[in-house]
C-alpha cells in the first residue's frame, strides 16, 4: 500500500505536471478549497492572472487560449464556483479551444451532503469535455503523470476542446 501524500504535494505535482507537459498561463479564483493548487502555481513562479469572478476568468482564459493556441488552466474552489465554469466550457468546447477545468473539491465522503459548496462536481460540465478525471484523495504519485498526460492530449489533440480534473 502506498503512504498517502499532502494536499500540498499533490498539488505541487499537479500543477508542475500540467505545466511541463505544455499548459500555458494560469487563470486562478482562489478560495479555501484550492488553496494548496494556489500556493503550488506560487511556488512554481507560473505566469497567472488571478480574477475573483470564476465566470470571468473562465473567459480571460479562454481568450487567452484562442490568442495564444495554448491550453490555458482555470483553477477554482469548490461548490458554486464551479459552476460558473459551464458557459466558457460550452464556448471552448464549440470553437475547439483547448482549456483545463482545475477545481478543488470535498473528498468523496462530504460530497453532497448538504453543507454549502458540497455539490456533486464530477460531471458537472456533462458532454462539454473532451475527457474528464475524477481525482481520488491524495494518493500514489506513480500514477498521476499518465492522468495528466492523458488529459492534456484529449484538451489539444485531433479535436481540441476543454477538459476537466477535478481535484
Known amino acids: 500500500m ?3 501524500c499532502s494536499n500540498r504535494t499533490w498539488g505541487r505535482a499537479i500543477v508542475a505536471g500540467l505545466q511541463k507537459l505544455g499548459a500555458g498561463r ?3 479564483s482562489p478560495g ?4 494548496a493548487l494556489v500556493a503550488a502555481v506560487a511556488e512554481e513562479r507560473i505566469d497567472c492572472t488571478i480574477h475573483y469572478d470564476e465566470r470571468g476568468m473562465s473567459f480571460a482564459a479562454l481568450g487567452w487560449a484562442m490568442a495564444t493556441g495554448r491550453p490555458a488552466v482555470c483553477a477554482t474552489t469548490s461548490g ?3 459552476a460558473n465554469l459551464l458557459p466558457a466550457c460550452v464556448e471552448a468546447f464549440h470553437s475547439g479551444i483547448p482549456l483545463i477545468f482545475l477545481t478543488a473539491d470535498r473528498p468523496p ?3 453532497g451532503t448538504g453543507a454549502n459548496q458540497t455539490i456533486h462536481q464530477p460531471g458537472i460540465f456533462g458532454s462539454f469535455v473532451r475527457a474528464e ?3 481520488p484523495c491524495p494518493g ?3 500514477k498521476l503523470p499518465a492522468i495528466l498526460e492523458n488529459l492534456l492530449a484529449a ?7 476543454p477538459v476537466h480534473l477535478n481535484v
Request: aromatic content about 6%.
Open 80 to 82: 458554486s464556483a464551479v
Open 155 to 161: 484538451a489539444t489533440g485531433d479535436t481540441p476542446g
Open 140 to 142: 500514489d504519485l506513480a
Open 2 to 4: 502506498t503512504p498517502a
Open 32 to 35: 479555501a478549497r484550492g488553496s
Open 26 to 28: 494560469f487563470f486562478i
Open 109 to 111: 465522503e462530504l460530497r
Open 133 to 135: 478525471v475524477d481525482l
